[in-house]
């Protein structure tokens, strides 16, 4: 069921400017928050990151861990859209917003809200604080620096849950096609 033109309703999103300057503040608290119970435990310096021997060789694997990691984000949202929401392949679209180089998985029609909150958490879980949970137990500085990076990059996964916070678990909400955030699919008695 699309929404179509002649179904009200509400939208709940946030300006680009909005997202982009609430996830610069993300990344400018959450990095130092991150870093320091990893630097409580293990000692911190560059050579944690790095073999300086083999830096080329060990920014180019972060580099195709960082590209894996975004497409995994991305795939990890329509898994959870197909098996929680119980969507079909057919009604999740995955592309790239071309404008802010932005990769995306949408849902194209509504689901719960209690469905779609998983949607939207389940890559910040598995690509940023597995990482970040197992960089902390291991001391591996590489795992910290990724799952740092991809806690953080799910900053607006976690500004969309933000706007959920008053929806029931049974409304229905699709995921806004263009913007940060999800429109509520008004009940048929306040669309009259």
């Not at 990691?69 to 057919?90: P, V």
């Not at 900053?155 to 995921?175: C, E, S, T």
Request: charged content about 10%; some cysteine; aromatic content about 10%.
């Amino acid at each position: 069921m699309k929404i179509h033109d002649q179904v009200k309703t509400k939208d709940m999103t946030l300006s680009t400017f909005k997202a982009q300057l609430y996830g610069g503040v993300a990344f400018l608290v959450g990095i130092p928050l991150m870093v320091w119970p990893f630097a409580s435990i293990w000692p911190v310096s560059l050579n944690t990151l790095t073999d300086q021997s083999n830096a080329s060789v060990g920014l180019l694997w972060f580099m195709v861990a960082m590209f894996a990691g975004i497409l995994l984000h991305e795939l990890i949202h329509g898994l959870t859209a197909k098996w929680i929401g119980r969507l079909s392949w057919r009604t999740i679209k995955f592309g790239v917003q071309w404008s802010t180089i932005t990769p995306y998985c949408h849902p194209t029609i509504p689901i719960t809200a209690r469905a779609y909150r998983l949607v939207v958490v389940m890559p910040l879980i598995i690509t940023g604080l597995l990482p970040y949970g197992f960089a902390l137990a291991t001391g591996s500085g590489w795992l910290c620096a990724l799952g740092i990076l991809f806690t953080l990059a799910a900053a607006g996964d976690m500004m969309i849950l933000w706007l959920m916070r008053h929806l029931r678990p049974n409304d229905l909400v699709q995921d806004h096609p263009t913007k940060v955030g999800l429109l509520v699919v008004l009940p048929i008695s306040t669309t009259q």
